[in-house]
């Protein structure tokens, strides 16, 4: 394979400018939504109103009677046992009993379980029929507290304790016992989830005379939700076939299997109609994979300079009524990414997950991730302030060097092999960060209080994985007009890979990029994909595009030199035409006219990437009010190689405000009833692109992964990753002469003024 490196091309490491944004823009891309078909019809789901309760009735003939409405479907009409959503990631043998039917079979554990779906001529119908079935409820007592015991949310479980482990390396107790300086604190993170412009939605058609099924809607891992619908619904995976179109955002929420990715096809092919389902806001709100919602107890052990000897941690993981297909991941890696980028050679992490009255939990954007910097740093701070260091220099002398690179950090989840931190140069991201927001002249600035507003200063380093295995495929077909479509196995869900794919197929081909159309995650390209997560697509699909292209170069060059009479060494690709040294020359339309060219790539590789970097931020708070302002913010980090950094820029950008919304808007709140308080845009806060102006991202390309020919690193969750540990600091800077410590998210200004007003209340007491 000729490396990215050697190629002829200008395209890759260029801002170029994204492909899929001109059907954007102009309003021609497509949608869920947007499709129709002949006889047509929608479905709405009837959610359960209650957190915790046995049904002992469901009478649909009212809604059955009016006009319109075709069909109720409940868990009876399946015929048999009712399919559990399967585990695609974290399968431990552990959460099997806690997995979720597609459909309330007897028991509901949450608000917005689905209980009945409902079949009529327009959504209006539909949703007007909810009204009219009668469920008749033995309303039961909720869990909503994590780690309640008083009762189990199920007959088959003794508690709601449905995972315990702890894992580590080195000598945790004799770490800890040698130690100069021990501290324990408790953090938490609120629950939250990704709130992606465009709702889930499906359309699925059933073909009763060829016995095929096609449910287009489908992203982030179609072959996998592909093999799990074959099974459950009966069918051979080759008839059933899942279409990727646009997807207004996913964030890790979007495209996991959920019930409706079931309920939808099961009735298409149950009327012999296509049904389409759209979710509204609400219901995304209240059924969508929750996140987060994680407490820490986390204890370290210095010496007195500082030098960190051990770290304990115990992760408490609200996992909400079930386990879906990857919730097991949140908690998993909020404790393996607890050491974070330091030197640290004695870790004990313990994770407890819990069974509540809420909906389930799944991965969002930096799962584990944004919970663990935060946890970290702020004790890491903490622990600066009672060892009289400065918060710069405690990191300095505990960021792994790049001589100890790869550093194993084996032995902190228990579903996966070993692996090490890779390529990198932490105190270089470090540094520059420092650079980026001036700390040297604004130091002296820490918790002063100018103009009625106290300043504050903060810092957050992280490690971040990617470009998880197994592998990825691509096919690469030049058309006969002289075109090229790469088609691949990883989805699209607004992060630009169209214009990366593209850009990595130009420059290995030599062909306009103008002349290369990008088609992504549908069933129906390859035989077999592995989809878009862990910021994956990149490393790997990226990978398998450039091995097809590598590969359809040589058959290229191979038929014009047939064509030309001319060796292939002789022969180059340009503007749209093979040339050979003396001059003659043949177009690739003409090369494609005479038989399909075409190549097959595939990247194999379970090796993960390690990007890395810093997050400072500059805030102030106004202690009458609670309010806290963002001066400036930066984020350093190092990618490996940025194919396009104008998207790299944009998805750092994003993701930072993004993180800023989970530390001081974003949350989910639910009473002591298991009743979800805020299942609107209304009460549910999310920044927008003018609350938080003054956000910097700096990629850098210092250190390459090795571990695939592009030298990439996944890109697209380093910029949330820290924002909480940075900005939680800068606020506990800010109001440290107030005698504030900060904990707890979200920084509400509620929040923040009790916390001002009760460390006063402290200190007048004292006084």
Same mark, same amino acid.
């Given at each position: 394979?000729?490396?990215? %490196? ?26 869920? %939504? ?15 109103? @209650? ?95 994590? !780690? ?25 107790? /004799? ?45 982030? @891992? ?12 009966? #069918?051979?995976?080759? %008839? ?158 505990? #960021? ?12 902190? @989840? ?25 700390? /040297? ?22 490690? +971040? ?31 630009? #890979? ?52 590598? $590969? ?12 030309? !009479? ?23 339309? +003409? ?8 190549? %097959? ?111 990439? $690193? ?6 949330? @990753? /820290? ?8 606020? /506990? ?35």
């Amino acid at each position: 394979m000729r490396p990215l %490196d050697k190629l002829s091309g200008l395209l890759v490491g260029q801002p170029v400018e994204r492909m899929e944004d001109a059907r954007f823009l102009s309003g021609t891309g497509v949608f869920v %939504d947007d499709l129709d078909r002949a006889g047509m019809v929608h479905a709405a789901i009837l959610r359960s109103p @209650v957190a915790h309760a046995r049904i002992r009735g469901i009478d649909a003939s009212a809604a059955l009677a009016m006009p319109g409405v075709h069909a109720v479907l409940i868990a009876a009409d399946l015929g048999g046992d009712v399919p559990l959503i399967p585990l695609r990631l974290a399968p431990l043998p552990e959460f099997e009993p806690f997995r979720q039917p597609v459909i309330a079979d007897g028991t509901v554990r949450y608000v917005g379980e689905p209980i009945a779906v409902v079949i009529a001529d327009s959504r209006a119908s539909a949703e007007d029929a909810l009204e009219a079935i009668e469920v008749e409820f033995e309303v039961l007592s909720p869990v909503t507290l994590r !780690g309640a015991t008083e009762h189990a949310l199920f007959d088959a479980a003794a508690d709601n304790v449905a995972l315990r482990y702890t894992a580590g390396f080195g000598e945790i107790d /004799a770490a800890f016992a040698g130690a100069d300086y021990v501290r324990t604190e408790r953090f938490s993170v609120q629950r939250h989830t990704a709130l992606p412009m465009e709702t889930r939605g499906l359309l699925a058609e059933w073909n009763a005379a060829t016995s095929r099924l096609v449910v287009t809607g489908a992203t982030k @891992v179609t072959f996998y939700n592909r093999r799990a619908l074959a099974e459950m619904m009966g #069918l051979r995976q080759e %008839d059933i076939d899942l279409i990727e179109v646009d997807v207004g955002g996913g964030f890790g929420v979007r495209g996991e299997f959920y019930p409706e990715d079931f309920l939808i096809p099961f009735v298409a092919r149950k009327l012999a109609r296509p049904v389409k389902w759209i979710e509204d806001r609400r219901e995304h709100l209240m059924a969508i994979n929750h996140s987060r919602d994680i407490a820490c107890e986390l204890s370290i052990a210095c010496r007195r300079d500082g030098t960190m000897l051990g770290l304990r941690g115990t992760v408490f993981s609200d996992m909400g009524a079930y386990i879906r297909t990857n919730g097991g991941v949140v908690p998993a890696k909020a404790a393996q990414f607890l050491p974070g980028p330091y030197r640290i050679p004695n870790v004990s992490v313990s994770v407890e997950a819990f069974m509540t009255s809420k909906t389930p939990v799944g991965t969002y954007r930096g799962p584990g991730r944004f919970e663990a910097n935060f946890f970290r740093e702020r004790l890491i701070d903490m622990a600066a302030a009672d060892l009289g260091l400065d918060v710069v220099e405690i990191r300095r002398i505990n #960021l792994i060097t790049e001589a100890e690179l790869p550093y194993p950090i084996n032995g902190l @989840v228990p579903y996966e092999g070993p692996t090490s931190y890779d390529t990198g140069d932490y105190l270089e991201t470090f540094e520059r960060t420092l650079a980026e927001i001036g700390w /040297a002249g604004k130091r002296h600035l820490q918790g002063r209080l100018i103009d009625g507003v106290r300043h504050g200063l903060g810092l957050g380093c992280f490690v +971040e994985s990617g470009g998880a295995g197994p592998k990825e495929n691509a096919a690469l077909t030049l058309e006969r007009d002289g075109s090229l479509t790469v088609a691949v196995g990883s989805s699209v869900l607004g992060q630009g #890979l169209e214009t990366v794919l593209g850009q990595i197929a130009a420059d290995t081909l030599t062909i306009p990029f103008e002349r290369i159309r990008v088609l992504h995650g549908s069933t129906t390209l390859l035989d077999e994909g592995f989809g878009t997560y862990h910021s994956r697509a990149v490393v790997m699909g990226g990978s398998a595009v450039l091995d097809a292209a590598n $590969k359809l170069r040589e058959k290229i060059l191979q038929r014009a030199a047939e064509h030309l !009479g001319r060796p292939n060494v002789e022969l180059t690709i340009a503007n749209e035409h093979v040339v050979a040294a003396n001059g003659t020359a043949v177009s690739l339309a +003409e090369l494609a006219s005479q038989a399909v060219l075409s190549a %097959d790539g595939t990247f194999a590789n379970t090796t993960r990437t390690y990007s890395y970097g810093t997050h400072a931020a500059h805030v102030t708070v106004d202690p009458r009010t609670g309010r806290v302002e963002i001066l400036d913010y930066i984020a350093v980090e190092d990618v490996g190689r940025a194919i396009n950094p104008a998207i790299v820029h944009g998805q750092a950008i994003g993701a930072i405000v993004q993180g800023l919304g989970g530390v001081f808007l974003d949350h989910l709140i639910y009473d002591d009833q298991g009743q979800l308080l805020n299942a609107s845009l209304a009460d549910y806060l999310v920044p927008t692109a003018s609350d938080y102006p003054m956000v910097r991202a700096v990629t850098l390309e210092l250190r390459p992964s090795l571990t695939n020919p592009l030298g990439a $690193k996944g890109a697209g969750e380093g910029g949330i @990753v /820290a924002v909480a540990a940075a900005t939680a600091n800068a606020v /506990a800077a800010a109001l440290a002469p107030l005698g504030v410590g900060i904990h707890d998210l979200p920084l509400t200004p509620p929040r923040l003024w009790r916390l001002i007003q009760d460390a006063r209340t402290r200190a007048s007491w004292a006084a």
